[in-house]
């Protein structure tokens, strides 16, 4: 997916370098500490394996001994605190990202989403103020899009809790580079799919959900006419926008929609699905109760600055990466069908 | 400074009302808590007196027995819980404002600006669904004004944690408005100030210091060249806002700026404070380490919407908003002028 330069420089950086990445269990925390590993990076893993959020030991099959994994809390001041110590990197991927689960449990998602995330600012400011970091943020931070391609500078006006808070814990990542001058930076994150993403509920987005149902032969339910438009992006893609964060001095300070650019309606993300499966059918329902008020509309990203700042591309066509993620879920299916 | 036609209208409203007021002991939360009282309202203050805050006993002097005053933290379910049953309308002061504790103090902010807001809200929604929610916003939600005046759909990038946690509480009111259908709104205050604000310190803003240096006879420091411009609102206006937003049903779902529309330099109020004294002096000095990378620059608030929705107007000119709290606090100078 990348670029032969970038590969390159890739490995020189990240070879030897210290690097943490927390939340490094779930699905991208681990897809990129996995690339990490092959870097030859030196890398640490922080996860609390929190039921229900994506965290799945299986996601690090194959690299004992390869990584250090730290099951622990963020928001648990000691444990930050000798998880960032000495760090040149830290991807801070530790989160929650419900939306309905978030209304039910304000004050878990608060925890994950606000709590730990001061936790590991002031650990950084205090022990490794040199560090870089690379919070995964959300497009969720914007709520309903007033214009599109939604640019960086749309105003925030989350429609859920979730929301809410990933939005104030991106806020204070850019308050620490200004007020303390840590090099951090955000990457929101569009629908990212793939390989060891969560696929025991559809709580966290739907695209997995779709593929799930899809591989199960059984019926996808899309909410209204299906023309909701939304930007997914393959998890390979995603885990080089993260690399290359972790690397660009110039983007300190600022925040980067990380997705493809390009809008696919719901209805035709479920069709895709089925299709990658090879199984499963399609079928437009109302709205549930309860989904409604927090339903965004429709969703593209204005990917410009990643482009410049980062010199990011996003690669991979939705068949080929839906044909992958399908593939490595038929082998992998009794570690991701049933939760924890 | 109200119209008679609001006045009476209060009164209708109000009387025998049973309202709460969160940070009732505080500057703001007594001046309307005291209001309410004049109205007839059934006034419950809910109030921790966490040190350095503003929270005074002495701010309800005199009206013992005309309000039942509860010592407990906003987060505690229970007593959250108990305060809300029953209440018509919820005014919500409770929280923090200085910015440079904030920074010195994240956790303790993050407590009072989040947690006890999502401790109100889950206990609304589960006791007092049919309430009213006035919160008590700020512009540092803001930040740095990209353009002036500014109108309530500016951007919100605080400068500061304060900043951050502030924006997170209101955002947390009005999502509980769009998905549980909680009738919450939020005043976004400029710089208030007046009799029974906190004098012993000037963390939580310039101008109250202002007003006590000059009153001790003492130097008042303006930073740079004093021509920050700022937008301050006397007392008495605020308080009129807060009654308004309580029986307006239109402000559902909305943010208001609760300002004069009118800009002063920084060094204009200095000698404004002094010429209230009638004492102390004016020196410009060079920004401290710490405060600058937080200065917002010049703001000056759009106030249409609150005329438009709420029927809001401020009337009390500086010299006499000045003149009065100066007379206050001659008065009244024992129970402010040092820390509890």
Redo the contacts between chains.
């Keep these: 997916m990348t670029q032969p330069a970038a590969a390159a420089s890739f490995a020189t950086f990240y070879q030897e370098l210290p690097v943490l990445v927390t939340g490094g269990l779930g699905f991208i925390g681990s897809s990129l500490a996995r690339r990490l590993v092959t870097l030859g990076a030196r890398v640490t893993v922080l996860d609390n394996l929190n039921p229900g959020q994506g965290g799945n030991p299986h996601n690090l099959d194959g690299l004992a001994g390869a990584l250090d994994v730290r099951l622990a809390d963020q928001a648990d001041p000691q444990a930050i605190g000798d998880a960032v110590a000495g760090r040149a990197v830290i991807f801070n991927l530790c989160g929650r990202v419900a939306h309905m689960d978030s209304?039910r449990d304000?004050?878990g998602d608060?925890h994950a989403n606000?709590?730990a995330q001061?936790a590991l600012?002031?650990a950084v400011r205090a022990g490794s103020p040199a560090a870089r970091v690379v919070y995964a943020g959300t497009r969720s931070q914007y709520g309903r899009a007033l214009t599109r391609p939604v640019r960086e500078?749309h105003?925030?006006?989350?429609?859920?809790?979730n929301g809410?808070?990933k939005?104030?814990g991106e806020?204070?990542h850019?308050?620490y580079h200004?007020?303390h001058g840590i090099a951090t930076c955000s990457l929101r994150l569009t629908n990212i799919y793939g390989p060891r993403q969560l696929m025991a509920h559809g709580r966290q987005g739907f695209f997995n959900w779709f593929l799930r149902r899809a591989m199960d032969g059984e019926e996808l339910q899309v909410y209204g006419d299906g023309r909701q438009v939304r930007d997914v992006l393959f998890i390979d893609d995603t885990v080089t926008a993260f690399l290359l964060a972790g690397m660009t001095t110039a983007a300190a300070g600022h925040a980067f929609n990380i997705a493809t650019g390009e809008g696919h309606g719901v209805g035709e993300l479920a069709e895709a699905a089925v299709a990658a499966a090879g199984r499963g059918s399609v079928r437009y329902i109302d709205y549930p109760a309860g989904e409604k008020?927090?339903e965004v509309g429709d969703f593209v990203a204005d990917i410009t600055a990643a482009q410049e700042t980062l010199g990011w591309q996003p690669c991979t066509p939705l068949a080929e990466g839906l044909r992958r993620t399908a593939a490595f879920f038929e082998s992998n299916h009794a570690h991701y069908w049933t939760e924890r």
Tied chains: 1, 2.
């Excluded at 105003?155 to 809790?161: G, T």
């Design positions: 209304l304000p004050f608060m606000v709590t001061i600012l002031e500078d105003p925030q006006q989350p429609a859920d809790i809410v808070h939005a104030a806020r204070l850019l308050v200004a007020v008020p927090i």
